[in-house]
Structures are given as C-alpha cells and as structure tokens.
C-alpha cells in the first residue's frame, strides 16, 4: 500500500505541488465516489432481488449487506470531507489512505461475492452478473487517485477472473475477453491518472501564475511610477489603467486613440520638426519591432516630459500581429538630473559658462576645423578685481564675476564661446578670421566690462586686459593658441591696464628675455647688483631740496645699468620683489642717516609688498637700525596698490602713519580715479604723474586737471608734488596753480649717494634758470 501511495505521488508530480494534488484528488474522488457509491448500491439491491429465492441466500445477503455498508461508509467519509474547511495535505493523505483501504475492502467483497453467485447462477441471472462484473472493472477507471483506484481494481479483477474459471461450466474465451478487459482497464487506470494529475499540476501552475500576475501588476502599478500599455491590432490603446490616465492628465475613457500619438501630445523639435525620437518609436511600431527603454519626450498639460517605453509585439496563433503589449515610465526627474549633471560637467557654476573642460572641447575642435572658419581665442584678466573680493567680500566678488559674465554673453555673437577658467580668468572663443572684427570685440568687451557696476548701492569699477591668439597664424592646435594668447595678455597687461594685444612672435623672443633677466635676478641681491639713485625733490618756492626719492637700479653684469621699468615687474612675478623692497628700505635709511636732519628719504613700495607680512616691522626695523626718525621717511604707494590693499594693509598704513611715517599717493591720476580711497586714508602727499606734466601748457585739458588735482589737494589737507618737470615753462605754469613740490630733470636727474650728498651740502641751484628767465616767487 505505501509503496503504491509513493508511486502515485511520484507520478511525474514535482513535490511543491503534491500537497496541493493531494487535496485536489480528495476533492474528485469524494465527489465521484459518492456517485458511484450509490449506483453500487442500487445495483446491489437489485442483485439482492434477484438472488433473493436462491440457496445460501443469508450468505449472499450478509455479503451483500457489508458491500452496502461499505458503500455507506464511502459516502459517509466522502461527504465529511467535502464539507471540511481548510483541510490540509496531510489530512488528505490520510483521508486517500483510508479511503484506499475501503476500496480495497469493497473490491474484495464484490470479488467474493460475485465468485459465490456466478457460482449458482441461474442461466437467466448470468447476464446481470457479466454486466456487474464490467460495472466493477470500469469503475476504477473512473477514479483518482491511483492509489485508491488500483486498490479496487486489483481484487475486483483478481475476484472476477477467479469467479469465471470457478463457475460451474468456465469458458476459455469470456476469460480471455476478460483478462484483456482487466489489461484495458489497468491501462486506463494509469493513463487517466496521469491525466487527471497533469491537468490538476497544470490548474495548479496556471492559478499560482496568475495570482503571482496580479499581485506583480498591482504592485507594480501602486508602487512603481511606471505604467502598463496595450494595443490592439489597429494600435488603439485598450485597457487604459487609471494609472496612466493619471500619467497623461486625462480621464482614461478619452485615452482610446492611437498609440503614440493619444499619449505623447504635440512634441516638436525646436526647428519645429516631429522630434527624432518619437519618429523612430513610429518606425518601430510600423515595423513590428519589440523596443526597450525608449527615451520619447511628451507633452502633459503644456510641460515637456521625458518617457522611457517598452514594448513587445503580440501575435496570435495564427502569427497575426493583435496589438502591442508594453510598460512606460515618466523619467523625467531622471533627465533633468543628467542634463543638469551633464550641465555642471561642463559648465562654470556660478557664471553658468563654459568650464575649463567645454573650452578644451570647443577650442580644439575648432582648430581642427579651422580650415573651414576661422578662430581668434581672447584671455581676459579682470584688473581690480583681487582688490574688490578683498575689500568688498567674496560675495560682492561672487556678484560681479556673474554681472562681468553676463557682459561677455552681451557681446558675443551666438557661435561665441565665452568661457570662466576660474577665478577671474576668462577666455572667449571667437569663431572668425577678420582681424577688424575680433578688435572690434575685444574692444566692446574692455569697455562694457569697465562700465562700473552697482551692488547694494555699492559703486564698484574693474576693468579688464585681453590678449588675443589666431589660428592658423599664431598656432596649429589649442596649447599653441592659449600660450600665444596668455603672451599677448601678459603684454596688454604690462602695456596699461584695460587694454587688448594680438599675439606677434616677437612675444616669444621677449619672454625668453624675462626668463633669462628672471633668472639673473634671483642672483642679483646675493651678487650685490643693486644700487639706489637719489632724485632731489624740490620746493617750487626757494628750489631748495627738501629730500629725494631713492630709485632703484640694477648693474646686470652683461647688459649695463638696467631701470626699474624693465625689472620690477618681473621680480614682483618671481616673488623677488618683498626681498628687493626690504633692500631698498634699509639701505635708503642707511644713506638719509648721512644727510642732514630735514632732508627727507621717499621710498617706492610696489603693490606686493603689502601682501608680505611684517612690513611695518621691516621698514621700522630699517628706521631703527639706521637711526632715522621716522618723520623723515615717505612712502610712494600707487593708485593701484591703494586699491588692491585689503583691511589688514590700510591698518598697517595707519600703524606707519601713527608712528609718524608720511605716505604719499603716487602716479596720481593714472589708475581708476574712484577717490574714495583719498577719504579712507588721510595721505600727505599726491604726486601727479609725469604724463600730465608732459604736456602742461599744450593741452588745455590737462592744465584743468592739475588745476584740480592742486584743489583737491589743498582741501585735503595735502601737498602736492609734480613728477617729470622738465622745462621752465612747465615749473612757471606749476608754481603759479600753487603747486608746492616738484622733481624732474629740470631740477636735478636721479643721482648717485655721494652726488646727491654733495648737492644737499651745496644746496644746489638751478642756475640756468634765471637764464631761462624764471622768477622765484613767480
Ligand atoms: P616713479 O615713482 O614715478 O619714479 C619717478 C620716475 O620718473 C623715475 O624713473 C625717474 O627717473 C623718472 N623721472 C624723474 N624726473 C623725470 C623727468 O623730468 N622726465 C622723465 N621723463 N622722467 C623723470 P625710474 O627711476 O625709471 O623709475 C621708474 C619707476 O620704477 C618709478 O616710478 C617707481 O614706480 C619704480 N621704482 C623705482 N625704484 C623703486 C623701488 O625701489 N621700489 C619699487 N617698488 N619701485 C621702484
Ligand atoms: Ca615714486
Ligand atoms: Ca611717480
């Protein structure tokens, strides 16, 4: 009996389904064996009738009345469990095992019993019985499980062969007939078994598919953003779910159009054309294709959209297309993220212009495809800007940054490129070849860049320098071109400020130059190369010398005696300029402590020196050690140092002031006149620059301006001092506008420690000028 049970259980059934068919078979075979119980039943009453009046009847009715109860039992169990809840697999096993020993008792009972009457049949009662005997042999055939089936069939065929050859006259042929009955309905048995078992596993598999179906939609639908679509073969959409009615922003009974077109509304290029995308998805469609992740852009409710569609084509069996079947989802959360990650990649993130990565990108290519157009790269360097983000913060600094690159944007054209290469670097790439043009825009952008630009009802002015680069001319690929451009701005720099230079090759030679001069001068303190010049300054009163501006030269040991203009700035570049300075503080110090008490010592400061530390420290230690009071020192600060200092320096302007040091504003009127600074620092003395003391006397302009600067002065409480006399006429015109101090040729060129000593001692005098027939006192 067990091997049996595990033999039906093995029937090609896969275990995680056996439960699941123990419980099915339960159901069928309660349901059939019901049925069957109670033909058994009406057919074993009429055999009762029927063998009623024959001998041995007690025998027969006994065995009959157990077949009846058997029968009754069946129905019984078979009933009870149809009306049990939630039974489980074990229950039905052990239900099938009970079940299989009452069809196996009852397949005994009916053998027994039918040995005995075919036994003492009348000829007329052989028919009835013959018929029960199929009955019996068929009735297996109908049942299921396996297990209970063969149990009944194995006695009843075992019974009915064995009552044939005990009947009183057996028959060899009704035998055979019956044995290959019994082959037929063992085949039976078995085949309708498997059958039934495969069709229950099948029932099994399809109800769990779909359960497993429907609770993937659900989720998918409820958790995800995605949604399903459906088409049917004329690509009308079918099924609308209310999630993508709720996607498209429209009730789902609108949705019935064609598929792209009813969900993706109006979606056109910027040229107007039906946009790529979409137009491939059609060809798609047309062509029958499965498609996966594409990217389609619609429009819901007048706002673009990003959708990524799937899709499969059906086919029915006849492999005609019935529509297609597919997912979407909205992506365009997503989209935006990569265009804004693919934005920031390349662009600056403040400005919003290129980054240093797209001008790689566009400059190199342009100079792969200069041949068809040409291109000029401009560099830019904002003047004044390092003063701005220290004296107004970075934030003020941040702001103009962003107004300068607005002004970019403003004049370039639209296949421009205006790029921030950090910090207040910028470049632009020009796609043209005509000079005429790109002078023209270097120049528009020096002039809007310098307009001055209002933040908080701050006034601020910057300007800028540009250099400018050509190919093919000036260099075949990108790095030629940034490194000619990067020379033509260091030019436009060194020539003045707000100024733009085209690259010439002569650029090259010069910079090798400051390489080698560089390098001469890292060695030229160390060397003793340096000297300091005197230039008298005068009194336009007496011409009596009130002191002298040192001046620094440098003895280059191959190129003679070399002037501040040609080395200064290099040594600010190299960082040589705090070390040099601090040279020139002590040994002017040194030398005034040799000339009598009122002779003042002016001193040039450049602009980087204010950003070494301990500067107050150096030039009173200076004063100190040569015992110089610092009341006869003055310090030259320019324009542009005045504005490029931060807090910490005008502190320690303040510091040098207190202690009695002069400060004096020199090259007057040739930076950015924005004179707040006059009003945050109280100087002594403004030096009006030699460039309009040129021309004193020819231009009226000019003569109006020193006019000013004089007044201006004299409010101020300072004294003004005239760079570059050289003739008499300008040092009358002087004089006569109340100009107190003058320096220039005129009076004396700059002159050696022992000339000037010697000319303090004589108090030299001009004599030539009474030649010249100037007054003093004019
Ligand atoms: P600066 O402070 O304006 O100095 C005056 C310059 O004008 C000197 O040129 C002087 O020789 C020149 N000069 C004086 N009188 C006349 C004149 O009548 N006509 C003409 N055409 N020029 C005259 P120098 O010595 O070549 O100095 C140039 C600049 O170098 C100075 O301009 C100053 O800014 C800077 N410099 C000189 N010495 C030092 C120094 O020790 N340290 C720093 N940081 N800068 C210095
Ligand atoms: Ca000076
Ligand atoms: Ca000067």
């Given amino acids: 009996m067990k091997g049996l049970k595990s033999f039906a259980l093995r029937l090609h059934i896969p275990e995680d389904f056996a439960e699941r068919l123990r419980l099915e078979q339960a159901k069928d075979f309660s349901r059939i064996i019901i049925a069957i119980s109670l033909l058994g039943l009406s057919t074993t009453c009429l055999l009762f009738l029927e063998f009623q009046n024959e001998p041995h009847v007690l025998l027969h009715g006994a065995l009959m009345l157990a077949v009846v109860l058997c029968y009754l039992a069946l129905i019984a169990r078979a009933r009870s469990w149809l009306l049990c809840r939630d039974p489980t697999g074990a229950d039905a096993s052990l239900y099938i095992g009970r079940m299989m020993r009452l069809s196996a008792l009852l397949g005994a009972l009916w053998s027994i019993l039918l040995i005995l009457l075919l036994r003492h049949e009348s000829g007329s009662q052989l028919a009835l019985l013959y018929g029960v005997m199929v009955g019996c042999l068929v009735t297996p055939a109908m049942m299921s499980p396996l297990s209970c089936a063969v149990a009944y069939w194995l006695p009843i065929s075992v019974g009915t062969v064995l009552a044939l050859i005990a009947a009183p006259h057996p028959q060899i042929l009704t035998l055979l007939a019956l044995l290959s009955f019994i082959a037929l309905t063992g085949g039976c048995i078995v085949f309708i078994n498997q059958r039934l078992n495969e069709r229950v596993i099948g029932t099994i598999r399809l109800e769990e598919n779909a359960e497993l179906i429907k609770l993937l939609l659900r989720d998918f639908e409820e958790s995800s953003s995605d949604w399903l679509w459906e088409t049917n073969a004329k690509m009308e959409l079918q099924r609308v779910s209310p999630r993508l009615a709720q996607v498209v922003q429209r009730p789902a009974a609108s949705l019935s159009g064609h598929f792209p077109d009813a969900l993706l509304g109006e979606v056109m290029d910027s040229a107007c054309h039906p946009d790529a995308q979409v137009e491939r998805l059609r060809r798609v469609l047309e062509e029958r294709l499965p498609f996966r992740d594409l990217v389609v852009p619609a429009v819901i409710a007048g706002e673009e959209r990003y959708w990524s569609l799937t899709g499969k084509p059906i086919f ?16 365009t959360g997503q989209r935006r993220q990569q265009e804004q990650i693919a934005f920031l990649a390349r662009h600056d993130g403040l400005t919003k212009l290129a980054n240093r990565v797209l001008f790689n990108e566009v400059l190199h290519h342009a100079c792969e495809t200069v041949a068809e157009a040409g291109v000029a790269l401009l560099c830019l360097d904002l003047d004044q800007f390092k003063a ?3 004296t107004l913060g970075h934030a003020t600094g941040d702001a103009v940054l962003v107004a300068v690159a607005e002004r970019l944007r403003g004049c370039l054209r639209e296949r421009d490129v205006a790029c921030r290469l950090g910090g207040d670097e910028f470049a632009i790439i020009v796609m043209s070849d005509d000079v005429t043009e790109i002078g023209a825009v270097a120049a528009r952008i020096v002039e809007r860049v310098s307009r001055p630009y209002q933040f908080d009802g ?32 260091y030019r436009a720099k060194t020539d003045g400020r707000g100024l733009w230079r085209f690259y010439d090759l002569g650029m090259d030679e010069r910079l090798r130059e400051r390489r080698a001069l560089q390098a001469a001068l890292a060695q030229a303190l160390p060397r003793g190369e340096f000297v300091l010049e005197y230039q008298p300054i005068v009194d336009l009163t007496d011409l009596r010398i009130l002191g002298a501006e040192a001046l620094l030269r440098w003895r280059h040991p191959e190129r003679g005696l070399l002037a501040p203009d040609q080395f200064i700035a290099i040594a600010e570049e190299a960082g040589l300029i705090g070390p040099i300075g601090e040279w020139v503080m002590q040994q002017a110090c040194l030398e005034a402590a040799r000339w009598p008490e009122h002779i003042r010592i002016a001193v040039n400061l450049s602009p980087l020196q204010f950003r070494t530390a301990g500067l107050v420290e150096t030039i009173l230690q200076a004063l100190h050690n040569a015992g110089v009071n610092p009341r006869r020192l003055e310090l030259e600060i320019t324009e542009t140092a005045m504005l490029e200092t931060s807090k910490q320096t005008t502190e320690a302007l303040w510091d040098l002031h207190g202690k009695g040091v002069h400060i004096a504003l020199d090259d007057f009127g040739t930076g950015y006149s ?33 006019l000013a600067i004089i007044g201006l002065a004299e409010r101020l409480n300072m004294i003004a ?52 027939g100037f007054q003093l006192n004019a």
């Avoid at 004089?735 to 040729?745: E, F, I, K, V």
């Avoid at 004396?748 to 030299?764: G, I, N, W, Y």
């Fill in 316 to 331: 029915d069996k006849f492999g005609r297309f019935a529509g297609y079947r597919g997912v979407g989802s909205d992506i």
């Fill in 388 to 390: 701005v983000n220290d």
């Fill in 458 to 489: 701050q006034l601020v002015q910057i300007g800028t320098s540009i250099g400018i680069s050509r190919a093919p001319q000036d260099g075949g690929d990108a790095d030629a071109l940034i490194k000619a451009a990067d020379l033509a701005l």
């Fill in 674 to 706: 924005s004179l707040s600074y006059l009003q945050r620092f109280p100087f002594d003395k403004i030096k009006i620059d030699r460039s309009f003391i040129r021309d004193l006397g020819h231009e009226k302009g000019d003569s109006l301006i020193i």
């Fill in 721 to 772: 001092t005239a760079e570059g006399v050289e003739t008499s006429e300008q040092a009358l015109l002087l004089t006569s506008y109340g100009c107190a101090q003058a320096q220039g040729h005129l009076f004396h060129r700059a002159l050696p420690p022992e000339t000037f000593a010697e000319a303090v001692a004589a108090d030299m005098r001009i004599y030539d000028w009474q030649d010249a």
